[in-house]
């Protein structure tokens, strides 16, 4: 197997590495150095190998596979084990074929990876959605004819916890210590009605750009049902010229960011050319004491931000925090992040970084839909809808899939009013959204995935 051989070669260059090592001192300068240069060459190696990933998987079940073309021949009794690299994931008979959701996981290290998923079923029609990592939209309900297949080629950003070798990011009580974004694989979700999936190509890709994304809770990716966030959905617009890298942690401020290593992270992986996406304010109003505030250590913070991205070469865009939803008793919507929104604004004009005010558009957004229907947009469900829910949920901060979908597309918007040089990867289905003019809730299709968590978020 092509992954057995890419993990063999892995091992017996670093046994030479080491070897090469323990012989240095029984030479001479001269020889040392020469021995310090064969030292680079199994890096050198292990690098080439790495940046020539390339994994293709046959899940059909005709004779005439692509085995011949180096395809890997998957059947349903395929589990991921870490020996093996790659398999079906997280559920015990959730395979290709079996009209339900299921989860395919392969092992591979940090980076962009291009993914080409060709859906459909010789015997049978298929309405397949994709996602990958934590919730990642990417396909959308899409529906095959019985002997129909279509292609779809997306970039996805695989991370890991490790920050170099030695030292990860932490994590608050809670966290995403066992998620699916901050580990050693690769996974793609598989949902719809009936999900069909007829081949798999993964690629590594280095010369595309990524967008990485730093906030709170209602950025962050989620595993679980019902949150999700604009942070998780915004791929789903955009095409394989791009990636998203998304680093958002519930209950985040903009120091606390720092602290937990995600910002040391991003510093790690953003290079020329990149895009760091900031959206904080919900966390960091709550931070009292003397020194702070928003026109000084928040401000003082996001200038700080802004010199380590461009430092390295990339581009930082400031995102307003996305409003609560509070309305006054004239159902008329209250601004609850006092002068952080305008804070982030003021400097976001002294410093020339472009600015998406999602406080705005999420205002509009929000009073479009008024008092009650306002409510589909975040995680507020009665008694019993899901398993063990015993009270109602009423939360006004943070969004269900439809919301999360809707500031999607306002990010998008954004994007396009400011002109920023990512319109050009923006997906030709994209159609010109109005917060004023929000997409029925009716029409919003969202298959859920099997995790489910009650559980309030960190933050407010």
Same mark, same amino acid.
């Given at each position: 197997m092509l992954l057995c051989q890419n993990a063999?070669? !892995?091992? @017996?260059?670093?046994?030479?590495?080491?070897?090469?090592?323990?012989?240095?001192?029984?030479?001479?300068?001269?020889?040392?150095?020469?021995?310090?240069?064969?030292?680079?060459?199994?890096g050198l190696l292990l690098s080439l190998s790495t940046f020539a990933q390339s994994y293709r998987f046959d899940f059909t079940d005709?004779?005439?596979?692509?085995? +011949? =073309?180096?395809?890997?021949?998957? #059947?349903?009794?395929?589990? &991921?084990?870490?020996?093996? $690299?790659?398999?079906?994931? @997280?559920?015990?008979g959730a395979t290709s074929g079996a009209n339900q959701p299921f989860f395919f996981s392969v092992n591979l290290p940090d980076g962009n990876y291009l993914v080409t998923a060709v859906i459909g079923?010789?015997?049978? *029609?298929?309405?397949?959605?994709?996602? *990958?990592?934590?919730?990642?939209?990417?396909?959308?309900?899409?529906?095959?004819?019985? $002997?129909? @297949?279509?292609?779809?080629?997306?970039?996805? =950003?695989? %991370?890991?916890?490790e920050i170099r070798e030695g030292d990860?990011? /932490?994590?608050? /009580? $809670?966290?995403?210590?066992?998620?699916? =974004?901050?580990?050693? /694989?690769?996974?793609? !979700?598989?949902?719809?009605?009936?999900?069909?999936? *007829?081949?798999?190509?993964?690629?590594?890709?280095?010369?595309?750009?990524?967008?990485?994304?730093?906030?709170?809770?209602?950025?962050?990716?989620?595993?679980?049902?019902?949150?999700?966030?604009?942070?998780?959905?915004?791929?789903?617009?955009? =095409?394989?010229?791009i990636a998203f890298a998304n680093y958002a942690e519930s209950g985040a401020r903009l120091d606390s960011f720092k602290e937990r290593g995600r910002w040391e992270k991003i510093l790690s992986e953003v290079k020329p050319g990149d895009w760091v996406f900031i959206e904080f304010g919900h966390n960091d109003?709550?931070?009292?004491?003397? $020194?702070?505030?928003?026109?000084?250590? %928040?401000? &003082?913070q996001l200038k700080e931000y802004i010199d380590e991205v461009r430092s390295r070469g990339a581009y930082p865009v400031f995102l307003t925090p996305t409003r609560r939803r509070y309305f006054n008793d004239e159902g008329k919507l209250i601004d609850s992040h006092e002068d952080y929104p305008e804070a982030m604004r003021f400097i976001a004009q002294r410093e020339n970084v472009p600015l998406i005010d999602l406080q705005e558009m999420t205002g509009t957004l929000y009073e479009t839909l008024g008092v009650?229907? #306002?409510?589909? *947009?975040?995680v507020q469900y009665p008694?019993?809808?899901?398993?063990?829910?015993?009270?109602?949920?009423?939360?006004?901060?943070? @969004?269900?899939?439809?919301?999360?979908? +809707?500031i999607a597309k306002c990010v998008v918007e954004g994007i396009k009013q400011l002109d920023l040089p990512l319109t050009q990867y923006i997906r030709e289905d994209y159609v010109t959204y109005d917060p004023a003019q929000p997409d029925s809730f009716a029409s919003f299709k969202w298959i859920e995935c099997p995790f489910i968590e009650i559980t309030k978020p960190e933050g407010n």
């Amino acid at each position: 197997m092509l992954l057995c051989q890419n993990a063999l070669f !892995e091992f @017996f260059m670093r046994i030479i590495e080491k070897l090469i090592l323990l012989l240095l001192p029984y030479f001479s300068p001269h020889k040392i150095n020469i021995m310090k240069l064969f030292l680079l060459i199994p890096g050198l190696l292990l690098s080439l190998s790495t940046f020539a990933q390339s994994y293709r998987f046959d899940f059909t079940d005709s004779k005439n596979s692509k085995q +011949e =073309n180096n395809y890997i021949k998957v #059947s349903s009794k395929d589990t &991921y084990t870490p020996e093996k $690299g790659y398999g079906f994931d @997280f559920q015990d008979g959730a395979t290709s074929g079996a009209n339900q959701p299921f989860f395919f996981s392969v092992n591979l290290p940090d980076g962009n990876y291009l993914v080409t998923a060709v859906i459909g079923n010789e015997k049978k *029609a298929s309405e397949t959605t994709l996602r *990958a990592e934590s919730r990642r939209l990417f396909v959308e309900n899409e529906p095959t004819k019985k $002997g129909e @297949f279509k292609t779809y080629k997306f970039a996805v =950003n695989k %991370y890991s916890n490790e920050i170099r070798e030695g030292d990860s990011i /932490k994590y608050i /009580k $809670g966290g995403s210590r066992n998620k699916l =974004n901050w580990d050693n /694989k690769l996974t793609l !979700e598989f949902n719809g009605e009936s999900p069909q999936l *007829a081949y798999l190509e993964i690629e590594r890709v280095d010369d595309i750009p990524t967008v990485f994304i730093s906030g709170d809770s209602t950025v962050t990716d989620y595993d679980v049902e019902p949150y999700a966030s604009w942070g998780q959905m915004i791929p789903r617009w955009f =095409n394989d010229g791009i990636a998203f890298a998304n680093y958002a942690e519930s209950g985040a401020r903009l120091d606390s960011f720092k602290e937990r290593g995600r910002w040391e992270k991003i510093l790690s992986e953003v290079k020329p050319g990149d895009w760091v996406f900031i959206e904080f304010g919900h966390n960091d109003q709550k931070l009292s004491g003397p $020194g702070k505030g928003a026109f000084y250590f %928040y401000m &003082y913070q996001l200038k700080e931000y802004i010199d380590e991205v461009r430092s390295r070469g990339a581009y930082p865009v400031f995102l307003t925090p996305t409003r609560r939803r509070y309305f006054n008793d004239e159902g008329k919507l209250i601004d609850s992040h006092e002068d952080y929104p305008e804070a982030m604004r003021f400097i976001a004009q002294r410093e020339n970084v472009p600015l998406i005010d999602l406080q705005e558009m999420t205002g509009t957004l929000y009073e479009t839909l008024g008092v009650e229907d #306002s409510k589909r *947009a975040f995680v507020q469900y009665p008694a019993g809808t899901y398993p063990g829910q015993k009270d109602d949920l009423k939360d006004n901060t943070h @969004f269900n899939p439809y919301g999360a979908y +809707e500031i999607a597309k306002c990010v998008v918007e954004g994007i396009k009013q400011l002109d920023l040089p990512l319109t050009q990867y923006i997906r030709e289905d994209y159609v010109t959204y109005d917060p004023a003019q929000p997409d029925s809730f009716a029409s919003f299709k969202w298959i859920e995935c099997p995790f489910i968590e009650i559980t309030k978020p960190e933050g407010n």
